[in-house]
């Protein structure tokens, strides 16, 4: 079974410092890779995905991701942290068809 | 808009009772899900659809039940067997192909008193 570990249920940063959240996998096959975002009481949203075409992936808000196969790790990194930002962030790995496993999250806070 | 409605956002109720929480989709998505989220959990699957008129038990599905008799519904039912069934529901839906994401509800709020 493909499963998900994210180091560090929680990040604590500066505003305008670095965001990096650690996710690795595990998986038999090629995997497919999400990160989503969610804010209290909602539900997720896409941040980026992995799917084999590129292994640096740029998504939505300034974050991005980068595939290491030899390190079996997609993190989350984003330069400069902004207040909004605080949230909650889930690593995800696509297995047996469309289904989902997610990571227990991280939960990013963003200092003044 | 397309997207997944979730209702009610908040739902109590008492502890035997069944309760039935509902997720409509109009993204045209074969594969629809439901997961089950608790504090420092990550998100759990409970009963996952790929297609209409069939749906497969996730990790947790024990204490719940589904339906899947049209496209853009998935209700969930959490039976009086469920022992520990106050959580936020979360419900999706994808194309339902591995490299695709899904596109989540914004949860209900289950509170059993």
């Known amino acids: 079974a493909q499963s998900v570990t994210q180091l560090g249920s929680h990040v604590s940063v500066s505003e305008g410092a670095l965001v990096l959240l650690r996710c690795n996998y595990s998986s038999s096959v090629p995997p497919y890779l999400f990160w989503y975002v969610q804010y209290p009481n909602q539900g997720l949203q896409l941040l980026l995905k992995?799917?084999?075409?590129?292994?640096l992936v740029k998504g939505i808000n300034g974050f991005e991701a980068e595939f290491k196969k030899s390190e079996t790790s997609f993190h989350l990194t984003k330069p400069s942290a902004h207040m909004s930002d605080a949230a909650e962030y889930f690593c995800?790995?696509?297995?047996?068809?469309?289904?989902?496993?997610f990571g227990e999250g991280t939960q990013l806070t963003v200092n003044p | 808009d397309g997207g997944i409605t979730q209702s009610p956002k908040y739902l109590f109720r008492k502890e035997g009772q069944n309760v039935t929480l509902s997720c409509e989709q109009n993204l045209n998505h074969d594969a629809m899900y439901w997961y089950r989220q608790d504090p420092g959990q990550g998100l759990r699957l409970i009963y996952y659809?790929?297609?209409?008129?069939?749906?497969q038990k996730g990790d947790i599905a024990e204490g719940y039940s589904v339906s899947r008799e049209k496209k853009e519904s998935f209700p969930l039912t959490v039976t009086s067997a469920q022992k520990n069934p106050t959580a936020f529901y979360l419900c999706?839906?994808?194309?339902?192909?591995?490299?695709?994401?899904?596109?989540f509800g914004q949860g209900t709020r289950l509170t059993v008193v």
């Open positions: 659809s790929q297609i209409v008129n069939d749906f």
């Open positions: 999706a839906s994808s194309i339902g192909q591995s490299n695709t994401e899904a596109f």
């Open positions: 995800a790995v696509s297995d047996r068809g469309s289904r989902l496993t």
């Open positions: 992995y799917t084999s075409a590129a292994t």
